[in-house]
Every structure is written in C-alpha cells, then in structure tokens.
Antibody, heavy 113, light 112 residues
Framework: EVKLVESGGGLVQPGRSLKLSCAASGFSFNDYWMGWVRQAPGKGLEWIGEINQDSSTINYTPSLKDKFTISRDNAQNTLYLQMSKLGSEDTAIYYC??????WGQGVMVTVSS | DVVLTQTPVSLLISLGGQASISCRSS???????????LHWYLQKPGQSPQLLIYQVSNRFSGIPDRFSGSGSGTDFTLKISRVEPEDLGVYYC?????????FGGGTKLELK
C-alpha cells in the first residue's frame, strides 16, 4: 500500500523558516517524481513544485520559487520542503504527492505571531 | 500560467442523479507528444484529494465506472452518474501539459 506521511508542520512566526518532511513507503521511492501542493484554509489547491528521481530536475511554480526548496533523500525514502521567509499567506495544509496519483494526508502550517 | 475555469462552482444533486462538471482551459492542453494531461480529483471533507480520472478519460485504479471523463483541446467534462453519498465533496481539474501545473477553482457537489 502506498503511504505518504507528512510531518514538521505547526505554528511559526512570520519571517521564520520551516522544513517539512514526507516519509514514503509501500513503493519504490526512487522510481518516482515527487511533489508538493498546498491548500490555504477554505481555498483551492496550489502546486508548489516537484523533483525527479535523482534530484537532477526540480521544477517550481515561478511565484513560489524564491521561498521554497524541494529536496529528497532516496536512502531514507523521504521528501523535503524547506520554506523560508514565511508570511501569513503561507498558512495552509501542505500535501506531498507521488506524481499525480497518490497524496499524503497533509500537514498544517500556521504562520502567525 | 494556464487558467482552468470550472463550472459550476457548486452543484446540488439528488442521490441517484447525474452530475456534470466543466473544466475549460485558457489554452490547448494537447502536449507536443500528443497526450493531454488533464486530470480530475475529488477531495472529500477533511481528506486529501484523490485521483479519479487521468489524461481526460482514464479511470484510476478502483474508481467506479459511474465516473467518466471526456473532452479535448480546451474543453473537458467530468460526469458522475447515479450519485452516491460518498461522491460528495469538491472536485478539481488539474492540467500538467504546461508548466507550472495548475488547478481549477473547484466544484462542490452537495446533496439536494
């Protein structure tokens, strides 16, 4: 069974950084592109970016490129999202996804003083 | 960026009825390789989105044949026949033909 479990969310002050993790199991992690999507409270879905199997290609939504860094550790079957200079507009549920198919349950990030 | 416009924004349907959701794109979603990367998801209340249909008309594993997708170019439709209680939630289309990938604004399916 494909399983994606996000962690690392919580309350963070404006201007600070936060790193999310996504632990993958039930499939061969290093065979797939992986990505991040977010959803602000009561809003729609926003694609953040994705990373290929060997980390040689990372694509970001241009408007978010300066704020987020996606990485992965194939030995640990883990995907990461480093977020910097957070603002209230970054308050959202963050989902990791295996290509377009499977999604994790999401982790909440709240940016507030 | 490609803009996907979903209509209607909300849909009131009786159990057993049929629902139709439109997703219109600001540009053609036919990729240079000939494929069309338009997918449909359902987000049930309190859950993450689940893939229903990929590449316009292909049902994902375990998705009942009550769900069907159609369309081409810039105009796409998701049909749900014989609506059941577990079909309720917000439906999203996603295009992956052009970078960055973009989602439609969502259509909320509710019971009449």
């Amino acid at each position: 069974e494909v399983k994606l479990v996000e962690s690392g969310g919580g309350l963070v002050q404006p201007g600070r950084s936060l790193k999310l993790s996504c632990a993958a199991s039930g499939f061969s992690f290093n065979d797939y592109w992986m990505g991040w999507v977010r959803q602000a409270p009561g809003k729609g879905l926003e694609w953040i970016g994705e990373i290929n199997q060997d980390s040689s290609t990372i694509n970001y939504t241009p408007s978010l490129k300066d704020k987020f860094t996606i990485s992965r550790d194939n030995a640990q079957n883990t995907l990461y999202l480093q977020m910097s200079k957070l603002g209230s507009e970054d308050t959202a549920i963050y989902y990791c996804a295996r290509e377009t198919t499977y999604w994790g349950q999401g982790v909440m990030v709240t940016v507030s003083s | 960026d490609v803009v996907l416009t979903q209509t209607p924004v909300s849909l009131l349907i009786s159990l057993g009825g049929q629902a139709s959701i439109s997703c219109r794109s600001s540009q053609s979603l036919v990729h240079s390789n000939g494929n069309t990367y338009l997918h449909w998801y359902l987000q049930k209340p309190g859950q993450s989105p689940q893939l229903l249909i990929y590449q316009v008309s292909n049902r994902f594993s375990g998705i009942p044949d009550r769900f069907s997708g159609s369309g081409s170019g810039t105009d796409f439709t998701l049909k749900i026949s014989r609506v059941e209680p577990e079909d309720l939630g917000v439906y999203y289309c996603l295009q992956r033909t052009h970078n960055p990938p973009t989602f439609g604004g969502g259509t909320k399916l509710e019971l009449k």
